[in-house]
């Protein structure tokens, strides 16, 4: 299976400063035919299931604010939150769909 | 808008089967792939597996032996059953679509989730 690792399990962070949230795979997620790596971020909010917010690691789903970014290539990975709101308050995953079992990193906590 | 609601029996005796249905609503089953995940209380995300609009499926080797999924697309439903469970597969159970027609990989939309404790 892939371990996907996520880095650091909890982050604070002030209301408008930036978030970075890191992701590193055990293998190789770039798929060299299409140059697509095949990684997604979700956001759970506490008492809520995941909500889509990238796909191929840096595609920002649609109607997701642009504050959040993705980055990287690879096995390293990194998921950016521009400018704190209170509304982010939520723990973070990435998840790899290169290969079954499709795996899921262990989440970060992020708060205010 | 396509919404996904899970439901199916909150409480499994130990060594029985666990059995959930995620009705589609809003939307057809057919053209996307379909994938059950589970949370065990405060815990992280697991992958169970995928089922295809046509019925191909693809679970986790770790509960490959206990899982199976179906659709049923007159009903615009999938379902999950997981044989002899333990107290180990208590868990928060989703639905997801694929978000792209024919694609497996990134979901959305999830379902709200349903919560199912294993005890006797």
């Known amino acids: 299976d892939i371990v996907m690792t996520q880095s650091p399990d909890s982050l604070a962070v002030s209301l408008g400063e930036r ?77 790899q769909y290169y290969d079954t079992p499709y795996t899921f990193g262990q989440g970060t906590k992020l708060q205010i | 808008q396509v919404q996904l609601q899970e439901s199916g029996p909150r409480l499994v005796r130990p060594s029985e089967t666990l059995s959930l249905t995620c009705t589609v609503s809003g939307g057809s089953i057919n053209s996307f792939y379909w994938t059950w995940i589970r949370q065990p209380p405060g815990q992280g995300l697991e992958w169970i597996g995928y089922i295809s609009y046509s019925g191909s499926t693809k679970y986790n080797p770790s509960l490959k032996t206990r899982v199976t999924m179906s659709v049923d697309t007159s009903k615009n439903q999938v379902s999950l059953k997981v044989t002899s469970v333990s107290a180990a597969d208590t868990a928060v159970y989703y639905c997801a679509r694929g978000a792209v027609p024919g694609v497996v990989g990134w979901l959305d939309p999830w379902g709200q989730g349903t919560l199912v404790t294993v005890s006797s």
């Open chain 1, 19 to 95: 978030a970075t949230i890191n992701c590193k795979s055990s293998q190789n997620l770039l798929y060299r035919s299409n140059n697509k790596n095949y990684l997604a971020w979700y956001q759970q909010k506490p008492g809520q299931s995941p909500k889509l917010l990238i796909y191929w690691a840096s595609t920002r789903e649609s109607g997701v604010p642009d504050r959040f970014s993705g980055s990287g290539s690879g096995t390293d990975f990194t998921l950016t939150i521009s400018s704190l709101q209170a509304e982010d308050v939520a723990v973070y995953y990435c998840q």
